[in-house]
């Protein structure tokens, strides 16, 4: 079977396009809902709801399609509070605030940002989502036999090689490729995370060769060059985030819907200056002075505490200069429109592409 075909009936899907989830200033239901009414697989970021949140968004999603959709978690480490980071930090962002007449950062030593946990895999296993999807790391096997004994299909993120076969020996049941290009926090769990960036175009057939699960493409995908460029890799399907950032339904902010507007390739870089881990979002004076100092850094999600205030003062200010904007290497392809329209345009861009490279090779 072809290996879209193979991800169409794992998933009950008719499009093998994955909006991936995305954690935004409110949640994505009305994009989700519309990605899976559109008969693709819409996500839902779920890592920082508090389990009373996630049943209400799950119910949410539900009386909004009845397509199958994905829920996605964080499986960071809890972090661990070092108190001399927290001067020599203080001491470094201190101008950003002293320059903007803004307080300093409140007591950094804790997060609600809780990794996944019972409570809320017990959610899961009564909600019965059809797909779930894991990022920072790999599911314990016992998470993974409860999800599956109820029929979710499971998926996470790889960034290497290594990581994939990680994923797959654990029973993970989709691999999702992510390559360096990616929007958003890498997902890497058991590689040097900043020195292993390792493009979708060199990552993906070497996880397709390394693995037997589905494995779906992620990192740079914005139109159907991209996603015909990732079935030739043997990709199942594609999972695709910055793009669908422009769509009308996205709840960004008009800040980001502005730099999305006018993005172009050099805008972005990888850095662990806002959360405690490397993110691909939009240059700034801050993740650039943090990216000459190379400081030691609290552990992700802790460096929000330092980040935050600034961040808060970007959006009263309207300011893009103190946003943490993310968004991958293709932002510049994105185009606005809501999520039907993108997914029919990116379904028929890519059976375009496909039959040009048949008469191609024919002329050849
Ligand atoms: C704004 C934004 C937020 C993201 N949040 C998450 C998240 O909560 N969980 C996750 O697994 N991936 C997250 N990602 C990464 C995506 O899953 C995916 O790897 C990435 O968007 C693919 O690259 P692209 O943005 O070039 O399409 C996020 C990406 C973006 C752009």
Same mark, same amino acid.
């Given at each position: 079977?072809?290996?879209?075909?193979?991800?169409?009936?794992?998933?009950?899907?008719?499009?093998?396009?994955?909006?991936?989830?995305?954690?935004?200033?409110?949640?994505? /239901?009305?994009?989700?809902?519309?990605?899976?009414?559109?008969?693709?697989?819409?996500?839902?970021?779920?890592?920082?709801?508090? &389990?009373?949140?996630? #049943?209400?968004?799950?119910?949410?999603?539900?009386?909004?399609?009845?397509?199958?959709?994905?829920?996605?978690?964080?499986?960071? #480490?809890?972090?661990?509070?070092?108190?001399?980071?927290?001067? %020599?930090?203080?001491?470094?962002? #201190?101008?950003?605030?002293?320059?903007?007449?803004?307080?300093?950062?409140?007591?950094?030593?804790?997060?609600?940002? %809780?990794?996944?946990?019972?409570?809320?895999?017990?959610?899961?296993? %009564?909600?019965?989502?059809?797909?779930?999807?894991?990022?920072?790391?790999?599911?314990?096997?016992?998470?993974?036999?409860?999800?599956?004994? &109820?029929?979710? &299909?499971?998926?996470?993120? !790889?960034?290497? /090689?290594?990581?994939?076969?990680?994923?797959?020996?654990?029973?993970?049941?989709?691999?999702?490729?992510?390559?360096?290009?990616?929007?958003?926090?890498?997902?890497?769990?058991?590689?040097?995370?900043?020195?292993?960036?390792?493009?979708?175009?060199?990552?993906?057939?070497?996880? &397709?060769?390394?693995?037997?699960?589905? /494995?779906?493409?992620?990192?740079?995908?914005?139109?159907?060059? !991209?996603?015909?460029?990732?079935?030739?890799?043997?990709?199942?399907?594609?999972?695709?985030?910055?793009?669908?950032?422009?769509?009308?339904?996205?709840?960004?902010?008009?800040?980001?819907?502005?730099?999305?507007?006018?993005?172009?390739?050099?805008?972005?870089?990888?850095?662990?200056?806002?959360?405690?881990?490397?993110?691909?979002?939009?240059?700034?004076?801050?993740?650039?002075?943090?990216?000459?100092?190379?400081?030691?850094?609290?552990?992700?999600?802790?460096?929000?505490?330092?980040?935050?205030?600034?961040?808060?003062?970007?959006?009263?200010?309207?300011?893009?200069?103190? #946003?943490?904007?993310?968004?991958?290497?293709?932002?510049?392809?994105?185009?606005?429109?809501?999520?039907?329209?993108?997914?029919?345009?990116?379904?028929? %861009?890519?059976?375009?592409?496909?039959?040009?490279?048949?008469?191609?090779?024919?002329?050849?």
């Amino acid at each position: 079977m072809p290996p879209a075909d193979i991800l169409r009936t794992l998933l009950s899907i008719e499009i093998p396009i994955i909006q991936a989830p995305m954690i935004l200033q409110a949640p994505l /239901v009305p994009l989700a809902a519309a990605v899976s009414n559109a008969g693709g697989m819409g996500s839902l970021g779920c890592a920082e709801m508090p &389990v009373e949140e996630l #049943q209400q968004r799950i119910s949410e999603l539900r009386s909004a399609t009845p397509k199958p959709f994905n829920l996605n978690f964080f499986l960071h #480490q809890e972090p661990r509070y070092d108190p001399d980071l927290d001067l %020599e930090i203080r001491n470094l962002i #201190q101008p950003f605030y002293n320059k903007n007449g803004l307080d300093a950062p409140r007591d950094a030593s804790s997060t609600d940002l %809780e990794t996944f946990n019972d409570d809320k895999l017990a959610i899961l296993v %009564e909600e019965r989502p059809s797909m779930v999807s894991f990022h920072f790391g790999c599911p314990r096997r016992p998470v993974l036999d409860a999800l599956h004994a &109820v029929g979710i &299909v499971t998926a996470a993120t !790889a960034t290497t /090689v290594r990581e994939a076969i990680a994923l797959q020996e654990a029973g993970v049941m989709i691999v999702v490729a992510q390559g360096w290009e990616a929007g958003g926090h890498r997902g890497s769990f058991a590689s040097n995370f900043e020195d292993t960036g390792i493009g979708t175009l060199a990552l993906v057939p070497q996880i &397709v060769d390394a693995v037997d699960v589905p /494995v779906i493409a992620a990192g740079g995908i914005g139109d159907g060059r !991209a996603i015909a460029a990732s079935r030739a890799l043997g990709a199942s399907g594609v999972w695709m985030g910055t793009a669908f950032l422009s769509c009308l339904e996205a709840p960004i902010t008009a800040l980001h819907r502005k730099a999305l507007s006018s993005a172009g390739d050099e805008d972005t870089h990888l850095s662990r200056a806002f959360s405690g881990r490397p993110c691909r979002a939009r240059q700034t004076p801050y993740s650039q002075h943090m990216a000459r100092t190379r400081p030691r850094l609290q552990d992700f999600p802790l460096m929000y505490n330092y980040s935050g205030p600034l961040k808060s003062f970007g959006i009263d200010t309207d300011n893009l200069d103190f #946003q943490f904007l993310l968004y991958g290497q293709a932002a510049a392809l994105n185009r606005e429109m809501t999520a039907a329209q993108l997914i029919e345009k990116l379904t028929s %861009e890519t059976a375009t592409v496909i039959a040009q490279m048949g008469a191609w090779d024919r002329a050849v």
